[in-house]
Structure formats: structure tokens, C-alpha cells
């Protein structure tokens, strides 16, 4: 059993004892007491793919998640504007959630805000949609070219049509101002306080700029980190090596590895694939060749960084899949070396015989096949049957963990464990390709027990124990005896980090 009830003596950051007593969970740590009624512990659960500044801009800034068309992005921004600068900035706005299911375009934000730039990212974080006058800033016009890598969508006459796709967006994105300091640390830490309160113990950071990494190294040396934070730095363009940092741990916050990316994403058609896209005449595109990620990750690993590589589209995935596989091959791997496939969202069933490797560890997020699931129909028709294929993967002898791509997605875990047993995509009442379900145990696992054993290295970390760091999640219900009905019902009622409660909706 994963699941704990009885009572748990921390002392200096680890479990002293434990002693169980069903019915009840009490927490002992020094001086202090505390009890939790019908409650479990379970070991700390992760978040393994998320985006920790980007949570805090969304939980402060301009949603445009719930807008349901254009209209509405544009009532809620005069609602609630939110500005950087001059800048007006959101994210959220997804057209697979309107009527028209179309890209939206500059014309109506032109009318709204004809002298103010606009700058409002896709959910996906993969595209962009500005207006005019942020286009006049950037010196995008008609004669512009596409970047390589991106995408500047443009009408029948050549012009702008205010969609910028991947690579493209850094046309525009570089001239909205950054944060400051004291505001980067205040989006920070309510992202990690609202971590917490869903039961999150740790989460692995998928994109951090060095630039940024000084602003968490001092809000640990503060002690003001609630939650640890697993990072990975900005490689694609080589930015780590403007900076002296190597992989390094702290006490909430640590330096792990290097992300790049294969490909954009499936609902701006970024993502790569083999085939064309059954809705557009097009195949999506490659965000770096096979063999700069060679050279790059080889440089990365020489340093004994983790390598991790976004793959969305499965000849992505292929290629991804064949370079690592060269790399350990060629040697260029040592025995802790880890290589990340980060979404490994379409995998044709050649291309899982990688997975085998051990090195190599899929990193999945099972709340994007729950909402994706009619977006990937239309984009993937029947090659749907590679896509999230979780079980697949395992049964190939793959390893795997588990995460959410926060702030795209909701961080709740409990979603994403009935993601994985279920599979039953939000706008559907039965499950979709049931054959790559999860059991509970393989579910739990993905999110509490294997990322502690291959990033943590702990060997003996399958359930709550003597001499474990007291990194505890504190449930309301038992995941592996309750209903299936009652899972995503579920609620953290506890999260502990290093001995110390830093949320806690106590129940006595």
C-alpha cells in the first residue's frame, strides 16, 4: 500500500518513526502536533513538467483561459487589463474552445486598442496574437520572412494576420519589458504557495532562463521556497553558457539539467509529424535538426547535466528518440546520465523500442489527453492510436513520470491520476484508446514514487517510511480503495516539505 494512516514522528527533515493506526493521521515534528481525521499520507507527490514564473503571471495577470471567442478575450481584457510596460499581456485563449474553432486575428484588437501593443499567448504558449501597433514595434510587415522554426501567418495578400507560431513570437516577445526583481519573486512564490495547497512537495521547473536562476537562489537562501524546485535551464539557443552555473543542489531549489525543443505543439500545427495534419495541408516543423541536438546535449551532458527535449508531433519523437539513443551508443552517457522526453505525446510503435534504454525517461502529462483528445482527432485523425501512449510505454519497459505543463494546464495531480485511470477526456463520457489506461498503482507511481527513485536516487521510496525525507501529501481519500467516482473528487488536505507543514487544511 502507497497510502499511510497512524502516526508519523519527523525530526531534522526525515521520518524518525512511524506507527500505524487506521482512522486517523497524526504528525509529530519537534514540539508541535498535528492531526488530520480519515486521512492518508502518501510520499510527497511531483509535479514533473511545469512552468513556475508562468503560473505566477497567470494567477496575477490577464487570463483569457475561460473566454470562449475572440469577443470575449477582448471584454475580459478591458475588464482586467494587465500591462508590462506599455504592453498590454495575457495568455490563455485557446480557438478549439470557440464556435468558429478559427485562428483569431489583429482587426479586432486593432479596434480596441489601436495604440497600445498587445501580446497575448496561446494556452499552448506555442503562438501568439498581436495587434498592429506591437507589429509596427517589432518591424513586422508583409516582406517579412518566416524565422526558422516560426511561423508568421499571413492573409491571401501577404499581410500579418496577427498569429505568430513558435519561433515567430520572439519577433514580437523581445520587446515587451521583463519583470523586475521584487515582481519576478512575488510571481514565484504564489505560484509555489498555490503548489502547495494542491499537495505538490516538488516540481521540476521545464524552461527556467539563467538570467532568472539568481531570483530563486535568493528566495532559498531566504528559506522562502515552500516547495522544491527541480530546474532545467533555456539551452536551445545556448543560453546556459552565457552563465557559470553547472548542476548544482541547494536546500529548496537545484540546478538539474538543460531543455530544448524538437518541435512546437499540436494545436497551433507546430508539432512535427511524419504524415500531413488532416485539417491543413502541412506536416509542422522541426525546431532544431538532429544534428545540432546532438552537439548540444553532448555538451550539456559532458557537464553532467539532465538532458530534456519537448516532443510533441512523433517524427519529433523519432528524432529525438534516435539521437539520444546515438548519444548513449556513442558513449557520451554515464551511468546517472538522464535523457528527457518531454510530452512524448505521438510515438509510432517503432520508435517506443527506445524507451528501453535507462537513461531515458518519458515525461508525460495526462490532463492534456483529457482536454486535447477532440483537438487531436481533427489534427490526427486515426494516427490518434499513437498518441498518449502511456501504457505502451511501459509495457515496452519504459519509465515514466508525470506532470501538467502548469500553467497550460491545470496542476492539480488528482486530475492527472484520473487522467491516467480513466482517460476520459472532459468533453466525453467514456474513455478514449482505453488500451493505454493506467491501474492505481501505476498511476500513484508515476506522480510519488518513480520521480523520487530516478531524480531523487532513492532506491527504496515505495511507500511512507522510517528515514525517508519528510516530504509527505495528505489526501482526504484512500486512491487506491475508493470508487472511481470519488477520485477526482479527491482533496490535499496536507502538504509537508522537509518536515514543516506549508499548507494545511486540518481537520480535527
Request: aromatic content about 10%; hydrophobic content about 35%; charged content about 25%.
Amino acid at each position: 500500500m502507497k497510502s499511510f494512516q497512524g502516526k508519523i514522528v519527523i525530526n531534522e527533515r526525515r521520518i524518525e518513526s512511524i506507527d500505524e493506526n487506521p482512522g486517523s493521521l497524526i504528525i509529530i515534528n519537534e514540539n508541535t502536533q498535528s492531526e488530520f481525521i480519515n486521512a492518508w499520507a502518501y510520499p510527497g507527490f511531483s509535479d514533473c513538467h511545469g512552468h513556475v514564473a508562468a503560473l505566477g503571471s497567470k494567477l496575477n495577470e490577464l487570463d483569457l483561459s475561460k473566454c470562449r471567442s475572440a469577443e470575449e478575450c477582448i471584454e475580459w481584457s478591458l475588464l482586467n487589463p494587465k500591462y508590462r510596460g506599455i504592453w498590454l499581456t495575457g495568455r490563455g485563449w485557446n480557438e478549439e474552445l470557440w464556435d468558429d474553432k478559427k485562428f483569431p486575428d489583429l482587426k479586432i484588437l486593432d479596434f480596441y486598442y489601436p495604440d497600445t501593443p498587445v501580446y497575448l499567448a496561446r494556452v499552448d504558449g506555442h503562438a501568439a496574437w498581436v495587434n498592429s501597433k506591437a507589429l509596427q514595434l517589432a518591424g513586422v510587415d508583409k516582406f517579412s520572412q518566416d524565422p526558422p522554426g516560426g511561423m508568421i501567418i499571413k492573409d491571401k495578400s501577404g499581410n500579418p494576420t496577427g498569429v505568430l507560431v513558435d519561433n515567430a513570437m520572439d519577433l514580437v516577445k523581445k520587446f515587451i519589458p521583463k519583470y523586475e526583481k521584487e515582481q519576478l519573486k512575488e510571481l514565484i512564490l504564489s505560484a509555489c504557495h498555490n503548489l502547495a495547497s494542491y499537495g505538490l512537495t516538488q516540481v521540476h521547473e521545464a524552461d527556467l532562463h539563467p538570467e532568472n536562476v539568481k531570483v530563486f537562489l535568493e528566495l532559498d537562501r531566504e528559506n522562502k521556497l515552500p516547495i522544491k524546485i527541480k530546474s532545467y535551464l533555456s539551452a536551445q539557443k545556448d543560453e546556459w553558457k552565457n552563465y557559470d552555473y553547472l548542476p548544482s543542489s541547494f536546500n529548496n531549489f537545484s540546478i538539474c539539467g538543460l531543455k530544448f525543443y524538437a518541435d512546437g505543439a499540436l494545436g497551433s500545427r507546430g508539432a512535427a509529424l511524419f504524415e500531413n495534419y488532416r485539417d491543413a495541408d502541412s506536416k509542422g516543423f522541426l525546431l532544431i535538426e538532429p544534428d545540432d541536438l546532438y552537439k548540444k546535449a553532448k555538451s550539456g551532458l559532458e557537464k553532467g547535466f539532465h538532458i530534456a527535449t519537448h516532443a510533441i508531433g512523433d517524427r519529433a519523437n523519432s528524432m529525438v528518440l534516435h539521437t539520444y539513443s546515438k548519444l548513449i551508443e556513442d558513449g557520451i552517457t554515464v551511468q546517472n546520465s538522464i535523457l528527457r522526453l518531454e510530452h512524448a505525446q505521438t510515438i509510432r510503435n517503432d520508435d517506443l523500442k527506445f524507451l528501453k534504454y535507462k537513461n531515458i525517461i518519458a515525461s508525460v502529462q495526462p490532463i492534456h489527453c483529457l482536454s486535447d483528445a477532440p483537438m487531436a482527432e481533427k489534427r490526427l485523425g486515426d494516427n490518434c492510436k499513437y498518441a498518449y501512449p502511456w501504457k505502451s510505454i511501459l509495457n515496452t519497459g519504459g519509465k515514466l513520470v508525470a506532470g501538467s505543463d502548469f500553467p497550460i494546464e491545470s496542476h492539480n495531480p488528482i486530475i492527472g491520476m484520473d487522467g491516467f485511470i480513466r482517460r476520459i477526456p472532459f468533453d466525453r463520457n467514456e474513455s478514449w484508446y482505453h488500451e493505454e489506461r493506467f491501474s492505481r498503482e501505476e498511476a500513484i507511481d508515476a506522480y510519488c514514487i518513480t520521480p523520487h527513485k530516478i531524480f531523487d536516487d532513492v532506491l527504496n521510496h515505495d511507500n511512507v517510511q522510517k528515514g525517508m525525507t519528510a516530504d509527505i501529501t495528505i489526501l482526504d481519500t484512500n486512491l487506491e480503495t475508493c470508487s472511481d467516482d470519488e477520485i477526482r473528487k479527491t482533496k490535499a488536505i496536507g502538504t509537508i516539505v522537509n518536515g514543516n507543514i506549508v499548507f494545511s487544511d486540518i481537520r480535527k
